[in-house]
């Protein structure tokens, strides 16, 4: 399975990502799901549609996660985001960015940090939900060394 992913960019076409197996079931119009565009970035992309259509011209990336649990935009407010798109000439993507609040969004250049009021299991996380974990943690410690160092230097 297949879906076409609208990003927050001003990019003139939605590309089109795979589904995991894993996540057939979570994927959904209108929820938000972390996709790779390019060879670094990350954003979080509205499902625009789902199909068995697999693109010719470039490699399918799968898409990494899925961000919600129900869709956020509802399959009028995409009907609505595209006619503004071309109403307005602008993209897709421009109309998203200028519609969702910026909570919602995930970019390469977001700041990540530990929530320390959230008991986590580790027992419970993914690999790469593990790894992210840690380096938190460890980020977190560091600043608390660092604030140290400041108040006994002050």
């Known amino acids: ?23 057939q079931e979570l994927v959904q119009v209108g929820s938000r799901v972390e996709v790779q565009f390019g060879a670094k970035r990350v954003y979080s992309g509205i499902v625009k549609s789902i199909h ?36 307005y000439a602008c993209t897709e993507g421009e109309v998203m960015n200028a519609a969702l609040p910026s909570y919602l969004k995930l970019e390469s250049e977001t700041f990540v940090v530990l929530n320390e009021e ?25 600043l608390r060394k660092n604030q140290q160092q400041d108040s006994q230097e002050g």
């Not at 799968?62 to 798109?85: C, H, S, Y």
């Not at 008991?119 to 980020?139: T, Y």
Request: charged share 25%; proline share 7%; no cysteine.
């Open 1 to 23: 399975m297949y879906a076409d992913i609208i990003l927050p960019l001003a990019i003139e076409k939605n590309y089109t990502y795979g589904i995991p197996v894993e996540l």
């Open 52 to 87: 068995h259509n697999k693109p010719e011209i470039y490699q399918v990336k799968p898409i990494r996660g899925v961000l919600d649990a129900k869709p956020i935009v509802t399959p009028n407010q995409l009907k609505f985001w595209e006619w503004m798109a071309s109403y």
């Open 118 to 142: 959230i008991s986590i299991d580790e027992a419970e996380l993914s690999d790469d939900e593990f790894i992210v974990w840690q380096a938190l943690e460890v980020r977190q410690e560091q």
